[in-house]
């Protein structure tokens, strides 16, 4: 628990207003399950705004990991008991300022979670009135950083509702304020926002027909005889939003052609039109084959591409001969359809750039250049016709999320693909990295912002950092004008040289074809890299030459791919088992933590020393064996032996709370050997106390109700009845509260 030495490997830093080292155990479950080798650490208890502010601490020395920040604003009046509106929201506007200042320099993205208050919190209207207001305020005020997002307590409830989410007893005990299951469901938020930001989103979604858009078979049926009922229009209602946040949409079907048209053309109740797809495979073809037709058309990665599919053999089938696809069977019952899409983690994103939401405009005028160039006699031909306008420009503040998007997307025309996030990239330039910028025109409209060149300058030379080009631009000349640039840079500042360095991988031969055309001869090389030294006169001179498309690297035709994801994840299963907090917190019990959370000696084995002697020490070693998540607990083993720590006890006298209606402190957990059965006397003792001052009570009130001479009465009967009855014991014999 808390904080550990600092770590080669990517980490999980969480930092919170509250104790949140529950969340430990089902997102060591997910880092698992997502394949990830991320540590999990978390921050001294409730120093939030120190963390923020300390350039030593966990979260700012946290490279290439995921930063995540919990929030209650409850806990900002928790030893004040009635705190001002303006206190609490001076500490939001403060927190708002400290993320501001984090996203600009953070090495790794933060996700800030806003955790719901209690019920109690929210009972009086105007500290729910603050929390909505604040919640509000934290998005809008942090939503142009794309290092950043802001997860509300709405939201979380949204995807995985906890009913009964507060836990009083252990608020008050160590300031776990939350039930196990909603530390599973908070767990699996942070879960789903890692993957978003590690992997890079899938592009093209190709969707069924039959039993999928629409009941029915239109085959059969005929294209008047299948129905769109409201599963099928919420799965349209999907499409649409995916394709407005950057994908691109294609039909996928074993299918007459005419038919589907047909049907489509019937049925105006239909969200969605043959106009929103990108790309028809009607046919009776595997599917397999067809999507590698789409990737082809589309020159993209087949990892870039998930099919949607009722028919899970259809979907296993693509599976087995395009395993670099995913495919995900869609549930039976189109009334599932909703929560089932709900749950897809394939179509998380963490941001989305304007040039994503223009990609499927992007995609359809690039469908015209490719009838152009069809029907060109050659390339030149083609290049004329389109009237390609080029403009080189220093990078802006705002082109900064583009920027760092094609770092990681770019991989065929990248000379080094070096990734870098926005916080490098700010860092880059405030020691005097420049940044170019490319963007590309034609008669058919705007490619975006589809190149980027790092340099440095030094020593009498241009140093390039990064160069890379997007696929959609390649083979244009658009490199080589970005090339001439260079040495058009360096002349005009008497630089006599420009080096660039080359560093191959599995998928940039393009780049390498690129320099070893425009000069060999300046070449330095190694097994690992090689170095090019340009003379500046001689770069800026370079110009396009032109090529036949046959000539083009082969690799032109799968674009910017999605890099694979650490594992291959069932998104179907995550959406079908996962998708509720009593089954996750089930699935991860059990799941070993990652390396560094794991224990420094193997847990021993439980004694079993003694069985359960009454109905009370039973019921206690099952609570036991539940938190501690062990098959049986002996009355005589001591809890820590068995694994337990602070946390989990807490935890267990929750559940002791909930179960027994009885208050106990930690006291009962570090006055002595903390055992089953010592835990058994604690409860047994408290009861004989409350039951001694019930009685006492009880008779203290009968006594007040009697007149002067009924007490006077009863005390001469007291006095005889010790008399006749000595050794017997009064009636009236008051126990001993103590």
Known sequence: MGETGPSSSPAIVVTATFTAEALEETLAFWVRELGFQHQIRFAPYNQVFQQLLDPTGLLRRNRDGFNVVLVRFQDWARFHRDVRIEYLDQNVRHLATLLRSAAESAPSPILVCVCPASPDFLKRPDYADFAQKAEAFLESSLREFSSLQVVTAAEINRLYPVPDYYDPHADELGHVPYTPEFFAALATMIARKLRAVRAVPYKVIAVDCDETLWRGVCGEDGPQGVRVEAGHRGLQQFLLGQRDAGMLLCLCSKNNPDDVLETFRLHPEMLLRLEHFSGLRLNWEPKSANLRSL????????????????????????????????????????????????????????????????????????????????????????????????RISAMSPDQIPRVSQLTHRTNQMNFTTLRRTESELR??????????TVDV??????????????????????????????????????EHRMLARLGQIAKERRLGA???????????????????????????????????????????????????????????????????????????????????????????????????????????????????????????????????NVPAVGIHDNFFDLGGHSLMAVQLLSLVRQTFDIDLSLRVVYSGDFTVAELAKAIELHEIEQLGAEQYGAILKEIENLSDEEVRALLEQEQNGEHNNAGRGSPLELPDPS
């Not at 087949?302 to 069977?329: G, H, K, M």
């Not at 860092?427 to 170019?436: I, P």
């Not at 300058?457 to 080009?469: C, H, K, N, P, Q």
């Open 427 to 436: 860092s880059l330039l405030s020691y005097g990295v420049e940044c170019l």
């Open 295 to 390: 990737a082809g058309e589309l020159k993209l990665g087949l990892e870039s591409f998930i099919l949607l599919d009722d028919n899970p053999s259809e979907c296993a089938e693509v599976q087995a001969r395009c395993p670099e696809a995913a495919a995900v069977a869609l549930p039976p019952d189109a009334n599932e359809f909703a929560d089932f899409l709900k749950h897809l983690w394939a179509f998380d994103r963490w941001s989305t750039t304007a040039e994503d939401r223009d990609r499927a405009a992007l995609y359809a005028q690039e469908a015209e250049r490719v009838k152009l160039e069809k029907y060109s006699a050659n390339l030149e031909e083609f290049l004329r016709s389109l009237n390609l306008r080029i």
């Open 441 to 478: 025109a034609d008669r058919f409209g705007s490619y975006g912002l589809v190149g980027v060149v790092l340099f440095t300058v030094e020593a009498g030379t241009l140093t390039v950092d990064s160069f890379l080009l997007s696929c959609r631009a390649l083979g244009r000349g658009v």
């Open 498 to 628: 420009v080096n660039i360095a080359f560093i191959p991988t599995a998928r940039n031969r393009p780049a390498k074809e690129l320099l070893a055309a425009v000069g060999a001869r300046f070449e330095e090389s190694n097994p690992e890299a090689s170095l090019y030294r340009f003379p500046a006169d001689y770069l800026a001179a370079v110009t396009f030459t032109g090529a036949s498309p046959a000539e083009l690297p082969r690799e032109r035709s799968r674009g910017e791919s999605r890099q694979p994801e650490p594992v291959a994840t069932d998104f179907g299963r995550i959406a079908r088992e996962l998708r509720e907090p009593v089954r996750i917190l089930e699935s991860s019990r059990g799941i070993p933590k990652p390396a560094a959370a794991a224990p420094a000696a193997p847990v021993p084995v439980p004694k079993h020393s003694a069985g359960a002697r009454t109905d009370l020490e039973k019921r206690l070693a099952a609570l036991w064996a539940s938190v501690l």
